[in-house]
C-alpha cells in the first residue's frame, strides 16, 4: 500500500477509570474505506486505566501500519487530548505507568511519515465502537446471553424508544432502561442488548 493511510484509535475503562474493563478499538483507512479493524479486552482491575486502553489502540494500530504500509504517510486521528499531545511533544509524559507505552508508540511511529491530529469523539465513532463491543462482550457476556436466549416481546414506540415484554421502557440513544436492575446498578440490562438485537 502506498498514498495516504488513516488511523482512528480509542480505548475505555468501564465503568471507572482507574480499575475498571480496558478494552480499545482501531480502524485503518485508505480512501475512507476500512483495509483493517483491531480490538481486544485488556483486562480489570490493578494498572488498567483509560490512557493505557488509548495507548495500547494506538500501538496496535501503528504495528499493523508499520507491517504493511510503512511507505505510506500516516495521518493518526484520536479523540484523547492527552495521548496527541504528548505524541507531538506539547505535553510531557509524567506517568511511569504511561512512558513504556508511549516511547513503544514513538518507536514504531519513527519508522513512518507519521502526523496526529485530535478530533472531537463524534469523529471518532468506528474505534468507540469497537472498544465498546469488547467491552460488552468481556463485562457482561451473561446478559448478552440472556438477551439472546429469552423469548422478549420488543415493541417499536418511536425512532428511539422501545417496549420490551410489555413491561420496560428502553431508550436505545439514551441507552436506559426502566427496569430494576438499571435503575438500581446503572449498568447494561439483558433489555438493552435484546432492544440492540433487534434493530
Known sequence: ????????????????????????????????????????????????????????????????????????????????????????????????????????????????NTFYQWVPREQNEEADALAVQEYEDKAFPKRKKKAKEEDMSVEKIDTSTFKVKDKYVVDIDEGTCTCPDHQTRGVKCKHIFKVEMEC
Request: proline share 3%; glycine share 12%; with cysteine.
Open 1 to 112: 500500500m502506498s498514498g495516504i493511510m488513516k488511523l482512528y484509535f480509542d480505548g475505555a475503562c468501564e465503568p471507572k477509570n482507574p480499575g475498571g474493563h480496558g478494552t480499545y478499538g482501531f480502524v485503518v483507512k485508505e480512501d475512507d474505506k476500512i483495509v483493517k479493524e483491531g480490538s481486544d479486552y485488556l483486562g480489570k482491575g490493578d494498572g488498567i486505566t483509560n490512557n493505557v486502553a488509548e495507548y495500547t489502540a494506538l500501538i496496535e494500530g501503528l504495528k499493523y501500519l508499520r507491517d504493511n504500509c510503512s511507505d505510506s504517510k500516516i495521518k493518526v486521528y484520536g479523540d484523547s487530548q492527552l495521548v496527541i499531545r504528548q505524541m507531538t511533544g506539547q505535553y510531557a509524559v509524567r506517568s511511569e505507568r504511561i512512558k513504556p507505552l508511549w516511547k513503544e508508540a514513538k518507536d514504531i511511529a519513527k519508522e513512518m
